[in-house]
């Protein structure tokens, strides 16, 4: 039986869906079978990141609705094996779908993968609720700035109020230049005020803007920084014990 993930956050910009495409093939890099799965309903963005936006027949809320099965919403990368797309729907609202469908597709889904890795809609509204109702763990996402940290810990709340006990915190966008200077709060206070398990610290880089919109995870390029950060976050997520950087200033 597979694992559930769910990427959430306190509002939107921080790079959830940057998180969920590079983990997602970060953990194929390291052998895994893994879906990741879409579940923003009617403002989709997974496939654009990972180059699958054209290849999209039927979605999530085609196979809740039983107009198709799930290997039919199921998009394989063929540049990752082991690495598949279910995408969410373009044209339908966020109250379409149900807690307990996620669930039981989670389910179904933990059969036969690895990872479900659940790219959620930000914040705390019915589409995050949806989202982390099928989720086993979840992977919370901020960047170093106060309002999103703040943000980040209302979630937090809410997720542990769901009886959900395994939470790990992703720092995205971190500015090491900014910490060293005081301007933005370190990695250290925001781990202090979080009060949960860190697994990865992901520096600010045009790269990975250019990357997204490109269609191609960074994760995949073996001579980039970003290789490793995902990929020592990927191992940190199936249980390996791997140092993070310095803590100070996330280098």
Do not use: W
């Amino acid at each position: 039986m597979g694992e559930a993930l769910a990427i959430v956050s306190g509002k939107g910009g921080v790079g959830k869906t940057t998180i969920a495409a590079n983990l997602g093939t970060a953990l194929a890099l390291l052998g895994k079978k893994v879906v990741v799965l879409d579940t923003d309903v009617g403002l989709r963005n997974l496939d654009v990141a990972l180059g699958m936006e054209n290849k999209i027949v039927y979605d999530m809320v085609d196979v809740l609705e039983g107009v198709c099965r799930i290997r039919q919403a199921l998009i394989k990368d063929k540049r990752f094996e082991g690495l598949y797309l279910m995408s969410s729907s373009q044209m339908r609202d966020k109250n379409t779908i149900s807690p307990t469908q996620m669930k039981v597709l989670c389910g179904k889904l933990k059969e036969k993968y690895d990872y479900v890795i659940i790219d959620a809609p930000p914040g705390i509204e019915i589409g995050y609720q949806n989202a982390i109702a099928g989720a086993d763990a979840v992977l919370l996402v901020t960047t170093p700035e106060i309002a999103t940290i703040r943000d980040a810990d209302k979630v937090l709340k809410d997720v542990q109020s769901k009886g959900i006990s395994r939470t790990m915190l992703i720092i995205n966008k971190n500015r090491s230049d900014l910490i060293i200077k005081g301007i933005l709060p370190g990695i250290d206070q925001i781990i202090h005020t979080l009060k949960t398990d860190i697994i990865g610290i992901v520096p600010n880089d045009d790269n990975v803007f250019i990357s997204m919109n490109c269609g191609v995870p960074i994760a995949s390029k073996i001579d980039s920084t970003f290789n490793k950060v995902f990929s020592e976050m990927a191992s940190r997520i199936a249980g390996e014990q791997i140092p993070l950087f310095n803590k100070a200033t996330g280098e």
